[in-house]
């Protein structure tokens, strides 16, 4: 009767399956995406191709990974483990599959928004500029102030909202509230700015209004929602025993909720706070109606017109014609780039902070 061992040496050695080497897969993926990258390549040098297609470099290179790890595991390892890679590559698939909008977005938008991507962009505005030339400079200025006076307007209420909801709300009023954030998620933009423009043209009796501040107003109103519905998502995931102790203790309510639930869930919050923002710094329609456009700097958020990016690559692209269209176009991409610039670099704060503020854990 055979010893320990040598059952242990026949599992790990004669008997053992053959398996791939590590990190196959990765070098299959690579190879895969270099294979087909370089048809494409061959295709664009031939002149049948409009340019280098990347995103279906990524797709076929993806779909040649597939059945090449699975034929490399047939051949190797056997059909069970090539059954079982296979079914992992095609998960992975579907996840690049889901990511090449992002990629051609972000691929596009370098391509065409660089040209014009310099300091004068930066550092000028449109005022007397007719054909190439000038700059975002007024844009840029006017969507930091709408977006950042909405977000102060926005988050203490749809913050204070939630933690009523979650904390303190009960019966028919909690019901109300939540039926009517629900209502306000689904609300299309231009109705907030009518209701914006509404608002402040009865308030004022000047029909004819056009500010920052009303612009402002108009992105709160879709805004709030958003900021309701997860804020209240992640207070709701504050364990109980969190503040059964507070409480068991003679913690006040108020101060078990500003102590104990807002700092535990400080990161969620924050960026519950960031979706918000992206979810309403690209909005063009509300803004075309309150805040109007302009081609001269204006930083007084309550007086006058106020330029901001949406609408800038908007104007600019439906204003491309004649000899200047291509700076125009330029001009456009160049705001599009920049305003997704601005989204990430607001995200990255955002997780900079939750990460700084939010609670350690440890003994």
């Known amino acids: 009767m055979p010893g320990a061992g040598a059952v242990a040496a026949r599992r790990g050695g004669l008997y053992a399956a053959a398996r791939l080497p590590r990190g196959t897969a990765w070098a299959t993926l690579a190879a895969s995406w270099l294979v087909t990258g370089g048809l494409f390549g061959i295709l664009d040098a031939a002149g049948a191709s409009d340019g280098f297609n990347l995103v279906g470099t990524i797709f076929f290179g993806t779909v040649l990974f597939d059945v090449a790890i699975w034929s490399l595991a047939l051949l190797v390892e056997g059909r069970r483990r090539a059954l079982d890679r296979l079914v992992t590559s095609l998960v992975s698939t579907a996840f690049v599959i889901a990511l090449l909008p992002l990629v051609s977005l972000v691929a596009t938008v370098l391509q065409n928004g660089l040209a014009r991507f310099d300091t004068a962009y930066f550092t000028e505005s449109m005022r007397n500029v007719i054909g190439a030339g000038g700059g975002g400079l007024h844009a840029i200025v006017g969507t930091l102030e709408i977006t950042g006076m909405a977000t102060l307007i926005s988050v203490p209420v749809g913050l204070l909202a939630s933690i009523y909801l979650v904390e303190y709300g009960r019966g028919a009023l909690a019901r109300g509230i939540t039926f009517f954030v629900d209502v306000m998620m689904g609300i299309p933009s231009i109705v907030a700015g009518l209701f914006a423009f509404a608002l402040f043209a009865l308030a004022t009796g000047n029909p004819g209004i056009r500010s920052g501040f009303v612009g402002a107003v108009s992105l709160s109103v879709l805004m709030i929602p958003v900021v309701v519905r997860s804020s209240e998502e992640i207070l709701r995931l504050v364990p109980n025993e969190l503040r059964e102790a507070s409480l068991a203790l003679g913690v006040p309510k108020w101060l078990t909720v500003l102590k104990i639930v807002l700092p535990t869930s400080i990161a969620g919050l924050v960026t519950g706070v960031m979706l918000a923002i992206a979810r309403v710094i690209g909005e063009t329609a ?64 955002g997780r900079v902070i939750a990460r700084i503020f939010a609670p350690r854990y440890g003994r």
């Open 286 to 349: 509300p803004l075309l109606i309150v805040a109007g456009f302009t081609a001269s700097m204006n930083y007084d958020l309550f007086s006058d017109r106020m330029m901001t990016l949406p609408v800038f690559v908007y104007t600019q692209y439906t204003q491309a014609a004649g000899l200047h269209a291509q700076a125009a176009v330029d001009r456009a991409w160049a705001g599009a780039l920049t305003l997704i610039i601005i989204v990430m670099v607001l995200n990255l704060a």
